[in-house]
Structures are given as structure tokens and as C-alpha cells.
């Protein structure tokens, strides 16, 4: 309990510490672009809490939640694909790599053009953005199996769906969840992008208009609000990467090992 | 199934094996023909990389020979054969360090278990070896010897006709080795299974098989194939001081250094 107390006085000191010296520097603030953070607080409280959560919060996490959904599993499914035929991947390596270096809000124009300014456009973009970093980690992941993994599965004659969903995936669990919590931060900074091109709705959009029509308060404490989503996904992926690799941490560790005694 | 079983579990003729290995071509064996009858337990001794685990992955089809037939039950290898399992010798790496140890020993199940099935054989296979009461835990928070015992209760679950092994116990404790040794002969004279284990330790060959076959030269062939006369039921201390052992286990010796001296000399000729 007391170790607990002590890493979140660890954790919070310098937040506190930064947000207390911004609210005393900003009190007497008459700069446009850098308003009271007291007054930024206020806007928050009348904008987020909870007046605008059933539109512009609604439907940015809607968008997120589906993109990142969809992302995730497709990139899930191509990667364990992909990783089990080594020579297909090697083949099309160069293309993913290109893909994955184009940044993906390059493709917001032809997307819209494609498919409208609508919702869809926007989980199409957040999905694609989400995609790369799992698919090419899970890829990775399955690729690198233990040979000797490999020969007991193929000994035992394991199904292709208990070869995939109890061997390949645990295996390369590690590994996905480093491209997933990419992928996330990623389809977070997407879900914006797509706001900020021809929508009208989202936070994105709110922060643009909010900048439009010189609210800067409204469009500080937008971005605040993102910056809490963000810190909450990450937690988020946190506790999941936490639930799906309670071995890897348990075995890395050893924290939990029973006395070996005898055979 | 309701054909009788074939005589030989194991049938091996003619074994080349050829590797490339930077452009180079080694030869590793080179004409090995054995039989192994049902029920029997043979083991196939030689030293550290002669070629002894190169013929237990043919037999076991993780590898295709460049010459020679390998049939398990009657039945021409060409993929790993159905009811035959493996104990590989890295436990660590074997158990799926992600499943838990009931887990780990239904894995090979699923294909033609329900879950309850499943688990009965689990904690049958489980209990056969020595083991209760760890079933939820994960294989890497029991001891080593520990762990070897799950990867053996998961072939036995699996119920096959021909079990391998390869060098089952070379990366444990002599104590765990000798207990392990023992559970092995329980096991091979009560279920009937036909054993095939690859060791580099003589002492280990004689006291396990009801045959030895010595692996030797470069490239290696079978240098000789021995009855072991000794009585069933065996025993750490009597068998290992029986007259009948110490000569296996001297001949079986003498024969390894003769075979390492000759290829010592072909070197330096």
C-alpha cells in the first residue's frame, strides 16, 4: 500500500508541479493565444463536462472505436497470414514498407474524394493508419517462432486454427502488443487529422473552429481533452497488454517460481 | 485400427542422410537399417553429433532423408507420422510457456477431444508421472525435472504407438536423471509402448533399452546392435552393479572408442 503511495507521488510529482506553475504564470495572462488557465478550466468544465460529450466526443470515439476495431483485426488476420507463407512476405516486403513509411494522412484527399466526407472516410483513414504497425509486428512475431515450437506443433499434429490461436499468436503476443499500442497512438493522432479536413463534427473539428473564431480558450481546453484521451487509451492498452501477457511478465520475472524441489 | 499391428513398430533401411551446410555437402549417415519391434525399447547411442538426432527427426518426419525408407507402423514417413509423439530434450522450450501445464498436455488433444476428455486424460497422463496438484500452474514455475515430467505425461496423454525420445534427460540434475531413468522403464513396460531414445550416455542406453544400438563414424552407421540380457525389472543399484551391465556397458564403450580413434586417424592420414 505504502509502495503504491510512494510510485504515484513518483508519477504525479511533475504534472502537479507544471500544471500548478501554468495556472500562477497564466493568471494575469492578457496574451491572446495564452489565456488564464483558470479561464481554460471554466471552458472546459461548460464544454466537456458534459454538454458536447453526445456530439463532437461521441463521435470522435465512435470513429476511433471502429478504425482501431477494424485495423486491429485485419491487421491480426494478414499478419498471421503472412507470417506462416515466409516467401509471399518476402516478396511483398518492399510494398509494406512503402506503405507503411507513406504517412497516412497523405491519403485523407484521395479517401474523401473516394468515399465522401461522411463517417466512412474517416474509420476507412483511422483503420488503415492502425493497420501497419500491428500487421507488420504480428508478421514479426510469427515469423521469429521457436523451431523447436514449430517441430512439437507439427509432431503433434495440431489443427491450423490451435496452431494459430494457441501457438502462433500467444507466441508473438510480446511482440503484437508493441505494434498495437503504436497503433493506437497512431489512429488517435488520425482520428484528429480526419476533423481537421472537411468534417463538421468531432473534437478535431472543435479545436479547428474554436481557432477559427478566436475562442482560444475553447480550443485550449479542447486539446487538453485530447491529451486525457490519450493518457486514458494508453492506460487502456496498458491494462490489456497486462491481461494477454501475464505469462511473459510472470516468466520474465520469476517472481512466482515454486520452490523446485526434487523432480 | 482393426488391422493386427505390424511386427516392426519401426522399420529403417537404407538411411542416407546428406546436409549442405555453406556450400558444403556432410555426409551424416550413411546406410542405417534398424528395426524396432512393437513394444520394445531401444536406444541408440553415439556421441554428440554423429547423426543420432538426424535419425530420430527422419523417423519422426520433421525431416526428409536424401536416401532410404523410414516406415512407423507399417506406414512410409513422409510428414510426422499419426500416434507417434516426441520428448524433445529442451523442456524449456517444448512446453508452450503461455498455456498452463494442464494446457500444455490437452494441446495435442484438441483436435479429437471434448474439453471434459480432454482433462480426464490430462490428470490420467498427468498422474503417471508423478505429478498432482500443478495443473493450473505454468511450466515455468515448476522445477526442471518437473517440466520434463509434463512434456512426457503430454505424449503419454497423446496415446501414441511409438514414443522418441532425444536425449530426455540431458539438461537435468543426476538425481532427477536416475528418477527419470525409473519412470521411463515404469512406463515402457506398462504401457507397451514402443521407445525409441537417442543418448550420448552408455549408462543410460543400457539400463534403459531392451536393445542398444551403437551410432558410430563419420559418416555414421550402426557399429552394433546389442541385446540387453537383463532382467525387467530394474533397479538404480542392482542393475547398475549387475556383471551383465558392466560388460553391455564396456562393449558399448570399447566399440564408441574404437570408432572415434579410427576416424582420429583418418584425419591426421
Redesign the interface.
Known sequence: MRRRATSLAVEAWLPVVLVTTWWFASATSTSIYFPPLRTILERFQDLWLFERVPTDVAFSLTNLGLGLGSGLVAALAAGVMFGLMPRVHTAMAPLFEFMRATPIVALLPLIVAMLGLGVTSKVVIIALGAFWPTFLNTVDGIRAV?P??R??A??????PV?LAT??ML??A?PQIMVGVRTSVSVAVVIMVGSELFGSSEGIGYFILQSQRSYAIADMWAGLILLGLLGYALNLLSAGVERLVLS??E??RT?S???A???? | MNQSPPVSAVRIAGLQQTFVVDGASRHVLDGVDLEIRTGETVCVVGHSGTGKSTLLRCVAGLQRPSGGEVAVAGQAVAGPPEGLAVVFQDYGRSLMPWLRIRENVTLPLRRSLSRRDRNARATEALAAVGLDGVERLYPWQVSGGMQQRVAIARALAYRPQVLLMDEPFASVDAQTRSDLEDLVVRIAAESGLTLMVVTHDIDEAVYLGDRVVVLAGRPARIAADLEVDLPTGRDQLTTKADPEFLRLRGEVMSLIRRETASIAERMSA
Open positions: 521457436d523447436l515450437v517441430d512439437v507439427r509432431t503433434y499434429r495440431l489443427t490451435t494457441r501457438v500467444p507466441n503476443a505469462w511473459h510472470g516468466r520469476g512466482t517460481t515454486v523446485a524441489t526434487g523432480a
